[in-house]
C-alpha cells in the first residue's frame, strides 16, 4: 500500500537520524584549544554528544615545549609505554556505538593520554573513528600505536585532518561517510 510505503521512508529517515543523533559520542583531548573547537563544531554538526578528555594534571606551556627534551611531552611521547592519569573516567562509553575520537599531533602520532583513555574503557564491538588537527602532519601510525589499547573486535578508522576551518556542512557530509 502506497501510506505504508511512505511510512516506511520516514521511519528509515527517523532511524537514520537516530544513528547520528543518539548513539555517537565526540571524545576529544585538546591541549592548547584547537582540537577543541573542532570537536565542538563536529559534535554540533553530526547531532552527538561531547566528551572531553582531561588530564589529571593539565599541560603547561613549558609542558608543551617540543624544541624542550625534558619537557613533559617530550618525555611522555619519548616513551610510548607513558599513560598520563585521566582527570576523570565518568564517559558513558556503553551508551554509544561509534565514538569520534580527537586530539593534537603530537610527534607524528596521537598523544598518550589517548592510550589511558582507551584503556580506561570497554570499546569491544564499537567503532572509532579519528580526528585530529596538527601543524601539518598526518595520521602516520597513530592507528597502529591505538589498536594494543582496544579490544580486538574494536574497529578503528583512520578518519580525517580537520585543520583550518571547516564548515557545519563539510563536517556533517564527512560525518556521514563515516557513520
Ligand atoms: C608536544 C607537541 C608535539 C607536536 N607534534 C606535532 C607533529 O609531529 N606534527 C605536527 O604537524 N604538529 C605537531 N604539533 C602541533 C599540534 O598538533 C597542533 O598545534 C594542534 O593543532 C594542537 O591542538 P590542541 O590545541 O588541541 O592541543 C605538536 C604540538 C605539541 C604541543
Do not use: C
Not at 152 to 176: F, H, M, P, Y
Amino acid at each position: 500500500m502506497k501510506t505504508e510505503r511512505v511510512y516506511k521512508h520516514y521511519y528509515f529517515i527517523i532511524q537514520e537520524e537516530r544513528i547520528i543523533m543518539g548513539k555517537t559520542l565526540v571524545a576529544y583531548f585538546s591541549a592548547s584549544a584547537t582540537t577543541a573547537r573542532v570537536a565542538k563544531e563536529l559534535a554540533q554538526a553530526a547531532g552527538a554528544d561531547i566528551y572531553e578528555i582531561r588530564p589529571a594534571v593539565p599541560y603547561t606551556d613549558a609542558d608543551l615545549n617540543w624544541m624542550d627534551k625534558k619537557s613533559r611531552s617530550s618525555v611522555e611521547m619519548n616513551d610510548r609505554s607513558s599513560r598520563p592519569a585521566l582527570a576523570d573516567r565518568d564517559a558513558d562509553i556503553a551508551s554509544y556505538d561509534t565514538i569520534l575520537l580527537g586530539f593534537p599531533i603530537w610527534w607524528y602520532v596521537a598523544p598518550t593520554i589517548i592510550n589511558s583513555f582507551l584503556e580506561s574503557y570497554d570499546f569491544s564491538g564499537k567503532k572509532i573513528v579519528l580526528f585530529a588537527t596538527s601543524g601539518g602532519s598526518g595520521f602516520g601510525k597513530t592507528v597502529d600505536g591505538l589498536k594494543p589499547s582496544v579490544a580486538a573486535d574494536t574497529v578503528i578508522v583512520e578518519g580525517k585532518l580537520l585543520n583550518g576551518r571547516q564548515t557545519a556542512e563539510s563536517l556533517k557530509a564527512w560525518v556521514e561517510t563515516v557513520l
